[in-house]
């Protein structure tokens, strides 16, 4: 009988019993976010990066109902190149390990299984929020409510860029989720560097960053998310011209299409990769290799901070 514990990779397990910085990744990005095959060498990629810049890659999905923190290549390459991997958010979790499925972590889920386990920083591409037109139909993804509760710290590129970033930074500050901004005062906007909305606060260091989780878990009074927004430099952005047509296009394609719920945000990527000729992949991949490369940093300096202070 399956006894449904989260089963935890040897090389994590090792690294969390000994106290070594570990980096929490997502598998939706694999199974979801990214073209065969293209999803698979990125995948490795980000892994590669985490160690690179001295951590250890906690990749997270669910393989045959068992769900797993610290996916091995093999696990990695099932989730990559079999069909009816399931999207997992947290409340898909229990369900999905009782009939057995395959599934992808969303950020809702990795952040909530990363800090089940004991992992205090994560890496991902874009955060998911309040979709437009929520006024109407409500959409807002689980990451804001997941992360409000979760004691993480998420580096990202800001929200992706296809939402309302305004309302979902409204949200997070309704919902008292912590956005500090990687050496920049503006929230980035994914694809762009600037996403036009300004930030309260910005840090400037890996060491700067461990500082805030070492002050949140001394104060013990905010048990929720720290969001970590990493922008792309200008230069390697998606042209904001292309960007701006490109969703444009998309929203009347949504529209046409009747396309609603979870469907929409793989739907627009699927089309800002079409419409930009494969040019939005491309720099996708520089969010989450970027991105790996800062948590693991972080996540070096919180381990060093800790043994420190032991």
């Not at 990066?49 to 099932?78: F, H, K, N, S």
Request: with cysteine; charged share 20%; glycine share 10%.
């Amino acid at each position: 009988m399956n006894s449904f514990r989260i089963c935890l990779g040897a090389e994590v397990a090792d690294a969390l019993r000994d106290r070594r910085p570990v980096v929490a990744l997502e598998s939706t990005i694999v199974s979801h976010g990214l073209p065969r095959p293209d999803n698979l060498r990125v995948a490795r990629e980000i892994e590669q990066a985490v160690r690179d810049a001295g951590a250890v890659p906690a990749t997270i999905g669910m393989i045959a109902g068992r769900l797993v923190v610290g996916l091995d290549d093999a696990e990695l390459t099932r989730l990559a190149t079999v069909d009816g991997v399931s999207k997992l958010s947290v409340r898909d979790l229990a369900v999905a390990a009782a009939t057995g499925a395959d599934g992808a972590t969303t950020v809702a889920a990795t952040s909530a299984v990363a800090a089940a386990t004991g992992i205090g920083v994560f890496a991902t591409g874009g955060l998911g929020g309040v979709h437009r037109e929520a006024t109407q139909t409500f959409d807002e993804s689980a990451d804001l409510v997941t992360l409000a509760r979760t004691p993480i710290a998420v580096v990202c590129a800001g929200v992706k860029s296809i939402l309302d970033v305004g309302a979902t930074l409204e949200r997070m500050e309704t919902l008292g989720i912590t956005v500090v901004g990687y050496r920049t005062r503006r929230f980035p906007g994914f694809y762009l560097n600037d996403s036009g909305f300004d930030l309260d606060w910005s840090v400037d260091s890996p060491e700067q960053v461990a500082d805030v989780l070492a002050a949140r878990a001394g104060h013990d009074v905010h048990g929720g998310g720290l969001i970590v927004a990493n922008p792309l430099p200008v230069d390697e952005q998606l042209e904001p011209a292309l960007h701006d047509r490109t969703l444009a296009e998309g929203l009347a394609l949504l529209e046409r299409d009747g396309i609603t719920g979870k469907a929409v945000t793989p739907y627009l990527l699927s089309h800002f990769h079409s419409a930009t000729s494969g040019a939005s992949l491309a720099v996708n991949v520089r969010i989450i290799l970027r991105n790996a490369d800062l948590a693991a940093r972080i996540a070096v300096a919180a381990a060093d901070l800790s043994a420190s202070a032991a």
